[in-house]
């Protein structure tokens, strides 16, 4: 083989290596420049998440719809929880899917740089690719269980109207939301185990002040603002505006976006704060 | 930076926490020590610092091969792991022209359950290659693994020799500007660790830029034609590798000899001086210098020479032997070595059996830092595989009495004394 040519010294980019100082964001543009191995991660969670199972991508949809049932029975049947004129199990199905989208992504994100701890100290790539990574796999799992939201409206009879077109913007504010908790949680973990065993009990509260099982009218008027405080608010009441016609959440909707954008911002900059030690550390 | 230079480092330094490492606290600890004592500063006791690098500053011209050496926790995976901006330096710091692949520990990313060709792709993209480069070089992977009947079965499945040989052709197909190899040589078995030299070389030739870190003087020697030394986070020398490793080896040699306590073995060398024995098929001399330090009347001296993978290629004993314990230097003549090129070390121990008849006691066991290299033509086998340690010609007589002598590795062999060529796959 003939030794491949190299460029000429002139068209290599020089890296400059040095300690960093203060508060910087993490460098989205190489983000996108290594966006290669981003899928190449996502791709192999993806891959060996449901290896030697016997029911394999099933579970993607077992998971929801099994909770969507105890929820139908417990909450719909026995504790006759008003569902804004939305028959029960569409009502909490169609809040399921972006929350074990937004909890998937956080439990998993946490670990996913702890967990790369051979790669982490070994290579160089942009850390923020693992927690990313995991959340993109949670996405997956949203897409397969979607389907089946579609096949219960069908059922139901349900027909959305030109809100459906919205649905893009809601996962979008979810997935912001998982991205910027993911940041948080998954730099804390490396120097604080505890997160680990936190994130079950954080899990459960978080889900009872999002309005999974119930709806947002149940919280008195006044303090709606404070409830939307927690993004998951905005993002199940849009997704149910748009899906099964919901009420419009009003104002709370950019109560929620404002907490995501602050959440998110701050999330950037803490992690590549934290990234600098990660492989002294970790 | 000046355009002829890959890596300018300006005053690099890292400091590290003494300890393992830099600690992980648990979060109750902290918040106990604040319920405490809520309005003091939290008092930590001063930690202890190490610089781990302490103000390096060289430059490393394009296409250089340069060997880094240095005792265990000199810093060379510090610096490579900077260069490679796995840690950021603590001060200082440094330039890098074009991409840099690091070879810091071979299957990188590796997943279990996934098998080999897929771990291949995802190896590839960890390590910064794109899709397109893994997938045209990919039967060149698999051929230089040697696991093409494997590429379809999980990883897990493969046994631990059969990983290292899959990770390490993923990562020496990558095409870096820059090559950053950490020590990832001392595993797997002679005959593939010949082939990545042969890799590293050729990747060498093509004008890019390597960084090495080895134990083995064998293998900087004939790779690299600068050498970096390193001690305490120190650069002690830096320079051609002759001189380097001369000083290295000598400093190394009497660090040897005062950690043998009482310096008992002084250091050795062949009849014709030097470590480097050429060709092997005739008579040589040995010369160890020992001072034990005490009279050994009945002593029993074993001598043996091990491969890099620490096999016994060969071994002799000598008793009784008495020595005066003042220093003196011990004579030992072999008819000859007909092993194959590379590199050997030397094992030494000493006995003193004295009226001892359990065994006796031992006086020192000393491994022979500068290396043995055998420079030779291969002669038994053309292929490393098949070719085993003896290298010894033989001829092959047919019933119409054609003779035909054993093939050497053709495609290889040397024309003259070429330092580079002999003894890489």
Redesign the interface.
């Known amino acids: 083989m003939p ?2 040519t ?1 460029p000429s ?2 068209d ?9 100082r203060g508060w910087v964001p993490v460098n989205l543009a190489e983000i996108w420049e290594y966006r ?2 981003l899928a ?2 996502v791709w ?1 969670q993806v ?2 998440r449901y ?2 199972t016997a029911l394999g991508v099933a579970w993607a949809v077992l998971q929801p719809v099994a909770t969507m049932v105890v929820f139908s029975v417990l909450f719909g049947r026995l504790a006759k929880l008003p569902s804004d004129g939305v028959p029960y199990p569409v009502f909490a199905f169609c809040a399921l899917l972006p929350w074990q989208l937004f909890a998937y992504s956080m439990t998993e994100a946490s670990n996913s740089v702890v967990a790369s701890q ?8 942009p850390r923020v690719l693992l927690p990313l990574s995991s959340v993109a796999v949670g996405l997956v799992d949203f897409a397969v269980s979607f389907v089946v939201l579609i096949a219960m409206m069908l059922g139901y009879g349900l027909r959305p109207g030109l809100e459906v077109l919205t649905v893009p913007l809601w996962t979008l504010l979810a997935v912001a939301t998982a991205v910027a908790v993911s940041l948080w949680l998954s730099a804390i973990n ?5 997160v680990r065993y936190t994130l079950p009990l954080l899990t459960q509260l978080w889900l009872f002040v999002t309005p999974v099982a119930y709806a947002t009218s149940l919280v008195p008027e006044a303090w709606r603002w404070l409830y939307a405080m927690n993004p998951m608010v905005g993002v199940v009441d849009g997704f149910r505006w748009a899906l099964v016609g919901g009420a419009w959440p009003g104002p709370s909707v950019f109560v929620s976006g404002g907490a995501v954008i602050a959440l998110l911002v701050g999330g950037l900059f803490y992690f590549r704060r934290m990234e ?2 990660f ?4 | 930076m000046s355009t002829g230079s890959a890596i300018v480092a300006e005053g690099l330094s890292k400091r590290y926490r003494l300890g393992a490492r830099e600690p992980y606290g648990v979060l109750r600890d902290r918040i106990g020590q604040l319920l405490r004592s809520p309005f003091r500063r939290r008092d930590r006791a001063e930690p202890a610092w190490i610089w781990a690098l302490d103000d390096l500053t060289f430059e490393i011209g394009e296409g250089d091969v340069v060997g880094i050496v240095g005792r265990n926790g000199s810093g060379k995976s510090t610096l490579l792991k900077i260069l490679s901006r796995i840690t950021e330096p603590t001060r200082g710091r440094a330039l890098v022209r074009g991409r840099v692949g690091s070879l810091l520990e071979a299957g990188t990313g590796f997943h279990p359950e996934l098998t080999g060709r897929e771990n291949v792709f995802v190896n590839g993209a960890i390590l910064g290659m794109r899709r397109q480069e893994i997938q045209r070089r990919f039967d060149e992977i698999v051929a230089f693994a040697g696991v093409e009947r494997f590429l379809d079965t999980p990883v897990k499945y493969y046994s631990s020799g059969m990983q290292m040989r899959l990770a390490f052709a993923v990562a020496a197909h990558l095409e870096p500007d820059v090559l950053l190899v950490d020590e990832v040589l001392a595993v797997g078995d002679a005959e593939f660790q010949r082939r990545c030299l042969g890799k590293m070389h050729d990747v060498s030739q093509e004008g890019r830029t390597v960084l090495f870190v080895s134990h083995q003087m064998g293998q900087i020697r004939r790779l690299c034609r600068s050498a970096v030394w390193l001690d305490r986070g120190r650069m002690r020398a830096f320079g051609p590798t002759d001189e380097v490793l001369a000083q290295y080896e000598q400093a190394a040699g009497s660090r040897d000899a005062e950690a043998a306590g009482g310096g008992v073995f002084g250091g050795w060398e062949l009849g014709t001086g030097g470590h480097v024995l050429d060709g092997g098929s005739e008579p040589f001399v040995l010369r160890i210098r020992i001072s034990p330090g005490h009279p050994v009347s009945e002593g029993h001296f074993g001598l043996g020479l091990l491969s890099t993978s620490d096999e016994i290629v060969g071994g002799w004993d000598f008793e009784p032997i008495s020595l005066s314990g003042e220093g003196e230097l011990l004579e030992i003549a072999l008819p000859q070595l007909p092993i194959r090129p590379g590199v050997y070390r030397w094992t030494f121990t000493l006995f003193d059996c004295g009226n001892n008849l359990s065994g006796g006691r031992l006086v020192e066991k000393w491994v022979a830092m500068p290396d043995l290299q055998i420079h030779a033509q291969p002669v038994g086998h053309s292929q490393d595989a098949f070719a085993g340690v003896l290298n010894v010609p033989a001829s092959l007589r047919t019933g119409s009495g054609a003779v035909v002598e054993s093939a050497g590795r053709g495609d290889h062999r040397p024309s003259g004394p070429s330092r580079l060529v002999v003894g890489l796959g």
């Open positions: 030794p491949a190299i010294a002139a290599r980019p020089v890296h400059l290596i040095a300690p960093s290669e191995l190449v991660l192999r891959r060996v290896k030697q051979q790669m982490l100290t070994k290579v160089y790539f490396v120097r604080y185990r505890d600098r030690t492989a002294d550390v970790v």
